[in-house]
């Protein structure tokens, strides 16, 4: 999985409560990614990062924070999870076109 | 917003047999990418074909592309039933991966 760790890989908590999950790379590749993936809708984008501190808003980004203090290390946060951010979510770096993906943390906030 | 759709949705097939997907897309592209995911698994990139070609070889795998339709298909011959996975569809424009996006899918099962 091109050096790409996603911790934890299960997860299941409590309505408001928040929730960090940990995206690293040992490819210092500049570009990393946090997607969902749901049934029905394919990977949809969170959030990504260009950059240590540089990050951006992807399609579906609201209820979401990140941050990305060391280019190996790439944090998705749900400052107060809902049931509806139940979910399998991905991390991916680029390197040009490709993207290599880790295997997901399936997420349940009951 | 879904940029890319897969047709059909899920596909049985006997090992041995091709199977083919398709994909429509609604906008302009750079280029389109297939990925394959196996159940509980991430993503892995297959082949990436760009917007002025026609169609693309890797393996067992044929990928076309009709610019003037926004369609492309995915072949895979001679299938095995190590290729029973989940094939999308992801669609690139200029401006980066961030660009990129994903279709809900092709579910294909290859019965041994």
């Known amino acids: 999985d091109a050096g790409i760790t996603q911790s934890p890989r299960h997860k299941v908590t409590e309505t408001g409560t928040p929730v960090t999950l940990r995206c690293h790379q040992t490819?210092?590749?500049?570009?990393m990614y946090w997607y969902r993936q749901d049934p029905g809708h394919g990977l949809r984008l969170i959030h990504y990062s260009y950059g240590v501190k540089d990050t951006d808003k992807g399609e579906v980004s609201d209820g979401y924070s990140v941050s990305r203090s060391k280019t190996e290390d790439f944090l998705l946060t749900l400052e107060s999870a809902t049931s509806s951010q139940t979910s399998v979510y991905f991390c991916a770096i680029s390197a040009g076109s490709e993207a290599f993906f880790g295997q997901g943390t399936r997420l349940t906030v009951v | 917003s879904q940029q890319g759709e897969e047709d059909p949705q899920a596909l049985s097939i006997q090992e041995g047999e091709n199977a083919t997907m398709n994909c429509s897309y609604k906008t302009s592209i750079n280029n389109l990418q297939w990925y394959r995911q196996n159940s509980g698994r991430g993503l892995v990139h297959l082949i990436l074909?760009?917007?002025?070609?026609r169609e693309k070889h890797s393996g067992r795998l044929r990928v076309t592309l009709d610019t003037s339709k926004k369609s492309s298909s995915l072949l895979i011959t001679a299938s095995r039933a190590a290729d029973t996975a989940s094939y999308f569809c992801?669609?690139?424009?200029?401006?980066?991966?961030?660009?990129?996006?994903f279709g809900t899918g092709t579910k294909l099962q290859v019965i041994p």
């Open positions: 490819e210092n590749h500049r570009y």
């Open positions: 074909i760009r917007s002025n070609e």
């Open positions: 992801a669609t690139g424009s200029s401006g980066g991966y961030q660009k990129v996006t």
